[in-house]
């Protein structure tokens, strides 16, 4: 809590828990967590994550840290198998179906991190036959990545954009994504992207972009923010997860080990996502 600077004010108390899966006669289903007001621009667009009047379980409204939770006006979308291998379909999956969306079969990517939503969108790029490189700094975490597919992994212990030119220098990037978005991985991001590259920025770490103007304009850069995705985004990866061609990694915990679960994943232990099941 906290931690955020701009447009999120999360009013206490609250209950946490914003990936959600809900079970109903043996069947699960992802909550798709942006109620919109349905009318404005974004909305229509299906982009509700950016309508002025959003709604989110977990930030604004109780969320999925419970035995019960309220979804009343939330899409909701079938999923079959597992609900907890599937729950982490509920944001991390949309985030990186977003986060990779109209990356074109042979394009050079650099993936930024190692959490749950990199490891989905190595798996998504894979499929779509991009050439994939990651940067992480946690082995363990770089070697599950290779096996799901990660051309290169580059280990860095310091600055990404250093330890990625370090192995790439005449070799730049066409998209870039960063699932990070600390200071370690914005600096000099910029500079490893090719004439009309993109940088894609998903994680929220706070850091800041500092990107020299002309070479923006003469090499005719994009820069974008990824926030979540839309609903036919959530649908269209859950299609791909009952395929079989996804894993999810999830961990489940009980709700009462739900400290536990934090505390692993802030000391870098857990590989995925853990998820919380109530009971025990
Ligand atoms: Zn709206």
């Not at 070799?171 to 894609?200: A, H, M």
């Not at 706070?206 to 990824?226: A, C, D, F, N, Y």
């Not at 990694?249 to 934090?262: F, G, W």
């Amino acid at each position: 809590m906290g931690e955020w600077t701009w447009d999120l004010s999360l009013k206490l108390p609250l209950v946490l828990g914003h990936e959600i899966s809900v079970v109903n006669e043996d069947k699960t289903y992802l909550v798709y967590n942006a109620r919109g007001c349905g009318l404005c621009k974004q909305c229509r667009r299906g982009e509700n994550q950016f309508c002025e009047k959003l709604n989110v379980l977990g930030v604004n409204m109780n969320g999925g840290f419970a035995e019960y939770v309220d979804v009343t006006g939330f899409p909701l979308v079938p999923v079959k198998g597992n609900p907890i291998d599937a729950t982490p379909l509920a944001d991390a999956g949309v985030t990186a179906m977003n986060s990779v969306d109209g990356i074109e079969q042979g394009s050079k990517v650099a993936v930024l991190g190692t959490g749950e939503v990199a490891m989905i969108s190595i798996q998504l790029l894979r499929n779509e036959g991009a050439e994939v490189w990651v940067v992480g700094r946690n082995q363990a975490k770089l070697r599950k990545a290779k096996e799901l597919g990660a051309d290169e992994i580059v280990y860095t212990g310091g600055e990404y954009s250093t330890d990625l030119s370090a192995f790439a220098t005449s070799n730049k990037f066409d998209v870039i994504i960063d699932y990070v978005g600390s200071q370690y991985t914005l600096r000099d991001l910029p500079w490893l992207l090719r004439r009309t590259g993109e940088l894609r920025v998903v994680g929220e770490f706070g850091g800041e972009l500092t990107l020299p103007e002309q070479l923006l304009v003469l090499r005719g850069l994009k820069v974008r923010g990824i926030l979540y995705g839309s609903l036919e985004q959530m649908k269209r990866v859950v299609r791909l997860y009952e395929t079989g061609k996804l894993k999810t990694l999830a961990l489940p915990y009980s709700i009462k080990e739900i400290n536990s679960a934090i505390i692993d994943l802030i000391q870098g232990r857990v590989i995925g996502r853990p998820v919380i099941y109530p009971g025990s």
